[in-house]
């Protein structure tokens, strides 16, 4: 997809969210395994790739979810990191979005120039997440989450497996977004609707952003269990909840190529068509990339 970088692929699992990973089970579909890691070949410099023009592929202003088919801190790609994070250096327009289960691996693995010195990368165009799928990930990960030196930072509850309160955890404005969603493929749990207001509850009291992303194939509302096969009409069940809700805004300072902040007006604006408007994902989504599967 237009708005995913994918500098390596394959991971190990660590946490019961792993357990039916959807990477495993779309590897296992073409005979391959998902323990097996390796740095992807063109892709890796994606983000720096360019059209016919020469001008570049992502826009100024655009966000691209990093690792989706992987972890970024995965220890067995800890010889290619710095190369990734030199891309994201030198694309200091675009948002880079990074998501781990192991933020325990983070300060040690910062880029080698990151600093508060004039010239130096202070990383304001990466809005770093961890995923908390229950409680007891969310006790482990969003206190280390809160001690990382990155200006925007998010959780995501997805596979949500269970309840999960955040205590005072959202109340010092460090988290700004919370994203949440049912489980899929083989294998898939149970996702209560109550969990989802009760986090939806939580977001709105602190002015966070929360993204009802999906159901899940399994939901339960009111007692009764619904089994939801298609991703699409999961999510379009997750819009109609209208559990979503935007938060206090937060705004990323982007700049060129001199190092000179772009204004807004200079920045891509997503674009929405007709299938965007029941979408669970619109409220954190780029915008349509006219990739023409809807």
Same mark, same amino acid.
């Given at each position: 997809m237009h708005d995913i970088w994918n500098p390596w692929h394959g991971c190990i699992k660590i946490s019961e969210g792993c357990d039916n990973c959807y990477m495993y089970h779309l590897d296992a579909k073409y005979g391959k395994s998902g323990r097996e890691i390796y740095k992807t070949g063109n892709n890796f410099d994606y983000p720096l790739h360019k059209n016919r023009k020469g001008q570049y592929k992502i826009k100024s202003g655009e966000m691209i979810r990093v690792c989706m088919t992987s972890d970024f801190f995965l220890e067995e790609a800890d010889d290619w990191r710095e190369d990734a994070w030199r %891309?994201?250096?030198?694309?200091?327009?675009? &948002?880079?979005?990074?998501?781990? *289960?192991?933020?325990?691996?983070?300060? /040690? !693995?910062?880029?080698?120039?990151?600093?508060?010195?004039?010239?130096?990368?202070?990383?304001?165009?990466?809005?770093?997440?961890?995923?908390?799928?229950?409680?007891?990930?969310?006790?482990?990960?969003i206190p280390i989450l809160k001690t990382l030196p990155f200006k925007h930072k998010g959780v995501l509850c997805a596979p949500l497996l269970g309840p999960i309160d955040f205590g005072v955890e959202l109340d010092d404005g460090q988290i700004n977004?919370?994203?949440?969603?049912?489980?899929?493929?083989?294998?898939?749990?149970?996702?209560?609707?109550?969990?989802?207001?009760?986090?939806?509850?939580?977001?709105?009291?602190?002015?966070?952003?929360?993204?009802?992303?999906?159901?899940?194939?399994?939901?339960?509302?009111?007692?009764?269990?619904?089994? %939801?096969?298609?991703?699409?009409?999961?999510? &379009?069940?997750?819009?109609?909840? *209208?559990?979503?809700?935007?938060?206090? /805004? !937060?705004?990323?300072?982007?700049?060129?190529?001199?190092?000179?902040?772009?204004?807004?007006?200079?920045?891509?604006?997503?674009?929405?068509?007709?299938?965007?408007?029941?979408?669970?994902?619109?409220?954190?989504?780029?915008?349509?990339?006219?990739?023409?599967?809807?």
């Open positions: %891309i994201m250096e030198s694309r200091q327009d675009i &948002i880079f979005f990074l998501l781990t *289960k192991r933020p325990k691996r983070v300060f /040690e !693995h910062l880029p080698k120039n990151y600093g508060e010195q004039p010239g130096q990368w202070n990383m304001d165009n990466i809005f770093f997440n961890v995923t908390c799928e229950n409680q007891r990930r969310a006790d482990e990960r977004q919370v994203i949440c969603g049912g489980e899929n493929y083989d294998g898939s749990r149970l996702c209560h609707f109550d969990w989802v207001k009760n986090l939806r509850h939580q977001c709105e009291k602190n002015e966070v952003t929360f993204a009802f992303i999906e159901t899940g194939t399994y939901f339960v509302k009111d007692d009764k269990m619904y089994r %939801i096969n298609k991703k699409k009409v999961q999510s &379009i069940m997750a819009h109609r909840s *209208k559990m979503s809700f935007a938060g206090k /805004e !937060h705004e990323f300072k982007l700049k060129d190529q001199l190092g000179l902040e772009i204004s807004r007006d200079e920045l891509y604006r997503p674009q929405y068509k007709e299938n965007c408007r029941q979408c669970g994902s619109r409220i954190i989504c780029n915008g349509c990339s006219d990739c023409g599967r809807c």
